[in-house]
């Protein structure tokens, strides 16, 4: 069995006090999902304050980002080798909003998908644990795209490693129009889209792909977790919003938990 997976993506938020009243409320109530793996991503600049209040918890942590080169001159980029450092065991790779901001400058998809596949090789060199993210567009939900878009990375990723190499990562479907939005695919929605990820994987190795963990992620709250959770092919969520509301995210943990 799959071990459940939560990761909260505090995105640009939080400040020295509020992120220690969430850390201090979730690790008291962390012995209700003892059994699942959790992690938490901050930004960059407080991952030393949720190492020191986290270590020997069980609640593990991550970056929302990390370079695709492992040192130079790449002002603002945080390498793969920095993050030991921090004791960092996870990091979200191509999340949708790290996207958007280079679908301004116009680059071609395929190109991004070479990116994350580049990130991801890095990353997993490294020790580390790669959440990579993959999802689609509104325009390309309303164009029907769903598996064109999921399919185009998931070929990138196993052209780039081979699909046994997926077995040190965790995927995260998270529809792009769902998120931050108040908008979540229907379990029944997510359960096929990731069904149709796992059967791609398995194509190449079945072994990979019967272990793989991946998760949902678009807008994930406590009233909807135990929804998806329950479907066969989601083990667990990414979430957003809901991560920096510590009632929520521990019930989020809670539905997982359940799924054991």
Same mark, same amino acid.
């Given at each position: 069995?799959?071990k459940p997976l939560v990761a909260g ?11 220690? %009243? ?10 209700? !999902? ?6 938490? !991503? ?17 609640? %593990? ?10 040192? /130079?001159? *790449?002002?603002?980029? #945080? ?6 450092? !921090?004791? =960092?065991?996870?990091?979200? #790779? ?9 679908? @301004?400058? $116009? ?10 596949? @580049? ?11 790669? +959440? #990579?993210?993959?999802? @689609?567009?509104?325009?390309?939900? $309303?164009?029907?795209?769903? @598996? ?13 490693? /081979?699909? %046994? ?13 769902? +998120?931050?939005?108040? %908008? ?19 194509? $190449? $190795?079945?072994?990979?792909? =019967?272990?793989?963990? #991946?998760? *949902?992620?678009?807008?994930?709250? /406590? ?10 092919? +989601? &083990?667990?969520?990414?979430?957003? /919003?809901?991560?920096? +509301?510590? &009632? ?13």
């Amino acid at each position: 069995m799959r071990k459940p997976l939560v990761a909260g993506n505090w995105k640009m938020n939080g400040t020295s006090a509020s992120n220690q %009243k969430l850390l201090e409320n979730m690790l008291a109530s962390a012995a209700d !999902f003892s059994g699942i793996d959790v992690a938490i !991503f901050p930004p960059a600049v407080y991952l030393y304050q949720v190492k020191e209040a986290l270590t020997g918890s069980g609640i %593990k942590w991550g970056t929302q980002n990390v370079s695709s080169y492992l040192e /130079g001159p *790449y002002t603002g980029e #945080i390498s793969a080798s920095m993050l030991p450092d !921090f004791n =960092a065991q996870y990091t979200l #790779i191509g999340h949708s909003e790290r996207r958007c901001l280079y679908d @301004e400058l $116009d680059i071609d998809q395929l190109v991004l998908d070479k990116l994350v596949a @580049e990130k991801y090789q890095r990353a997993a060199a490294s020790g580390l644990t790669p +959440i #990579i993210c993959i999802g @689609e567009t509104p325009q390309e939900h $309303d164009q029907g795209k769903t @598996e064109e878009v999921v399919l185009r990375l998931l070929d990138t990723l196993i052209a780039h490693q /081979g699909a %046994k190499a997926l077995s040190r990562t965790v995927l995260a479907y998270e529809p792009v129009w769902a +998120i931050g939005t108040g %908008k979540s695919a229907s379990p029944e929605w997510a359960q096929n889209v990731h069904q149709f990820m796992r059967e791609r994987v398995a194509k $190449d $190795d079945p072994e990979t792909a =019967a272990n793989l963990r #991946i998760l *949902y992620g678009g807008s994930v709250k /406590g009233n909807n977790a135990a929804s998806l959770f329950s479907k066969s092919d +989601i &083990d667990g969520g990414l979430v957003g /919003g809901a991560s920096l +509301i510590a &009632d929520e995210f521990i019930k989020i943990c809670q539905a997982a938990a359940q799924q054991i």
